[in-house]
């Protein structure tokens, strides 16, 4: 992605704005234009890193991240891993609580390895983001599928640093009842 226009942008207004001014005015926009490129990129780039945490978050357990190649950002999506789980016994008959509408999970963030693969092993179906120790479980969100969840971490003595529900949006549940799914593309 290029900044460049958004720089220029600025930078445009700013001088239409100092040709109002008289010459002093003038020359102080032409000092300035410089120093102000680069805080207006750092500005923009912060702002993009804040916005695509905040698309991570809503997309977990996938990820976006902004990287920087030289001065251009780019954006590297990271899709979520689907595991194949199986059981302690190594059989594959735990299974994910609830009917899972699309779209609705819930989410264990775990302090160490241990207990992320503990739980990773004790749930199926279920997704997972190795590097935040992450495990996304399919489910309705409704207090029935937490409690089972909450069973299963008791059972197998799984320590879990954080528990949210996520219930699907008015677009997944839309999706799920028409048999349609969503494009690949994001688009409606």
């Known amino acids: 992605m290029d900044l460049t226009p958004y720089v220029d942008y600025l930078r445009h207004e700013l001088v239409a704005v100092a040709h109002v001014g008289g010459d002093e005015t003038r020359a102080l926009a032409d000092r300035l234009t410089a120093p102000l490129e680069s805080a207006t990129r750092l500005a923009l780039l912060n702002a993009l890193s804040e916005a695509m ?38 059989d594959s008959t735990a299974k994910a609580p609830g009917h899972a509408t699309p779209g609705g999970h819930i989410r264990l963030q775990f302090a160490d390895v ?14 997972s983001d190795d590097a935040a120790l992450a495990v996304y479980i399919p489910t309705d969100g409704g207090i029935p599928a937490l409690r089972a969840v909450l069973d299963v971490l008791d059972d197998a003595s799984i320590e879990a640093e954080a528990l949210t529900v996520h219930t699907p949006d008015l677009d997944n549940v839309f999706l799920a009842c028409t048999g349609r799914s969503q494009p690949a593309d994001g688009t409606r």
Do not use: H
């Not at 357990?61 to 595991?83: H, K």
């Open 53 to 90: 945490g905040q698309v991570s978050r809503d997309l977990a357990p996938g990820s976006v991240v902004l990287q920087l190649d030289g001065l251009a950002p780019e954006f590297v999506v990271t899709l979520p891993t689907a595991r194949p789980v199986r059981g302690r016994n190594g």
């Open 114 to 127: 241990r207990g992320f693969e503990s739980a990773a092993a004790a749930f199926d179906p279920m997704t």
